[in-house]
């Protein structure tokens, strides 16, 4: 099963990953998570007491299931689908992409051309993250593989915030959770919006 997710993570792919410890700490003192709870051998987080006041939903009357299951068989499968909104943390030394799977090519930074080769390179720099740089075919910047502009469909990162069961562009990440996200890093945080 794939679930809609908003994931927050450093703008810089080259900021060092926060420690998990640090990152609950935080999100918890915010009142953006609750107390851990386990579930397949995964940890997440229910939604915490501020948790609407720190991720603002846009439209009309977005509906929004913010209780976990009670029965354990439930809470799996409805996890895996987004059914209800809850965080995953992961902060690990290794850069990581994380991707839409159905993510429109990205833009060069400097003429804003679709570089169509991508995935070629993204598989590159998988098979050896030293070879990550590439070259645009219209303007000639060159650059990291990093520095694509993948809009808000991809992005690269070591820690990453995952809030499942909001569906692309549904809700946004207020001032106060992105400025307590900062205080970790001492650098902005992004937002994606993926389906995996």
């Known amino acids: 099963m794939t679930a809609h997710k ?12 926060v420690s998990t410890g640090q990152l609950t700490w935080k999100l918890q003192a915010i009142g953006l998570i609750g107390a ?11 939604t915490g007491e501020h948790f609407l006041q720190l991720v603002t939903f846009l439209g009309c009357s977005p509906i929004i299931e913010l209780e976990p299951p009670s029965d354990p ?9 987004g059914k209800f909104c ?6 690990s030394e290794t850069l990581r992409f994380r991707a839409d799977p159905r993510i429109p090519a990205p833009r060069c930074p400097a003429c ?12 590159a720099w998988q098979n050896n993250p030293a070879s990550g740089n590439w070259r645009c075919t219209h303007c000639e910047h060159t650059g990291h593989i990093t520095g694509l502009g993948f809009r808000k469909s991809a992005g690269f990162g ?24 900062k205080s970790l890093t001492h650098g902005d945080w992004s937002t994606l919006y993926i389906k995996e």
Do not use: K
């Open 86 to 91: 809850h965080v995953f943390l992961s902060c």
């Open 36 to 46: 851990a709870r386990e579930m397949n051998n995964d940890t997440f987080y229910p």
């Open 158 to 181: 070591r820690s990453f915030v995952e809030i499942r069961g909001i569906y692309p562009s549904e809700a946004v990440p207020g001032e106060a959770l992105l400025n307590a996200l």
């Open 112 to 123: 804003r051309t679709a570089v169509t080769d991508w995935r070629t390179l993204l598989q």
């Open 6 to 17: 908003l994931i927050l993570l450093p703008t810089d792919p080259t900021c060092p990953p």
């Open 73 to 81: 068989e439930m809470l799996a499968a409805d996890s895996a689908s």
